[in-house]
């Protein structure tokens, strides 16, 4: 069973603080890591994707992957307004019948206030 | 060309009507979803194409019926469905196998009445 777990908040943070999403997946073949911010109405966008231990960071994005502890976040700096809305979290796996196929989290409701 | 086109944006049908939604994308990427999704839940996987081939398809009711023309186009054929199945309908593409992520289209709003 491959599990993504988020907690689903809502998260709430004062505009200019650090925001910091969290995820937790199930199996350990697990090979790619995905952030995507969902707008209320809206498609999910792609904001960062980590296949490697260690941090990855992109403007005020980081996204943080450790394998070990089978743990993905995302950080947000300097958290604007327009931050706010819903972060899924989705890990694939690129092997045999998986295909490529993206096993998505609940989310994670940010509300960044001014 | 970095986009995931989706039409129409907005459908409303009823429960004996025969409608398609449709999907195109120019980065030649040769996987190509469909996922439905309800309101304040994740995307659900529908169907994946690879190289034009339909390779999942996860027990999804006959009443949704997926055809991959070509690389480049993806429709859903829709007939006979019911309230429970209005959601946003969210076509994605990505290079082979998903490495660096789906692009996703815009989505249809699909309301059945």
């Known amino acids: 069973q491959k599990e993504v777990e988020q907690n689903s908040g809502p998260l709430s943070v004062p505009e200019g603080a650090i925001a910091s999403l969290n995820c937790t997946y199930s199996?350990?073949?697990?090979?790619?890591f995905f952030w995507y911010r969902q707008y209320s109405g809206k498609s999910p966008e792609l904001i960062m994707f980590?296949?490697?231990?260690g941090d990855k960071e992109d403007g005020r994005f980081t996204a943080q992957l450790n394998k070990a502890s089978q743990y993905v976040s995302l950080l947000i700096r300097d958290s604007q307004p327009s931050d706010s809305a819903t972060y899924l979290c989705?890990?694939?796996?690129?092997?045999?019948?998986?295909?490529?196929?993206?096993?998505f989290g609940r989310g994670t409701q940010l509300t960044v206030w001014p | 060309d970095t986009e995931v086109t989706q039409t129409p944006k907005h459908l409303v049908m009823g429960m004996t009507n025969k409608k398609s939604l449709k999907c195109e994308q120019h980065?030649?990427?040769?996987?190509m979803y469909w996922y439905k999704q309800k309101a304040k839940k994740p995307p659900e996987l529908m169907f994946v194409?690879?190289?034009?081939?339909?390779?999942i398809n996860e027990s999804v009711p006959s009443r949704f019926s997926p055809e991959c023309p070509n690389s480049s186009l993806l429709n859903l054929h829709l007939h006979a469905l019911q309230p429970e199945d209005s959601a946003l309908y969210l076509c994605?593409?990505?290079?082979?196998?998903?490495?660096?992520?789906?692009?996703f289209g815009s989505g249809t709003r699909l309301t059945v009445v």
């Open positions: 199996d350990r073949g697990s090979q790619s």
């Open positions: 989705a890990v694939s796996f690129d092997r045999g019948s998986t295909l490529g196929r993206l096993y």
């Open positions: 980590i296949y490697s231990n």
């Open positions: 994605a593409s990505s290079q082979d196998k998903g490495a660096g992520g789906y692009t």
């Open positions: 980065m030649g990427h040769r996987a």
């Open positions: 194409y690879s190289y034009e081939k339909l390779s």
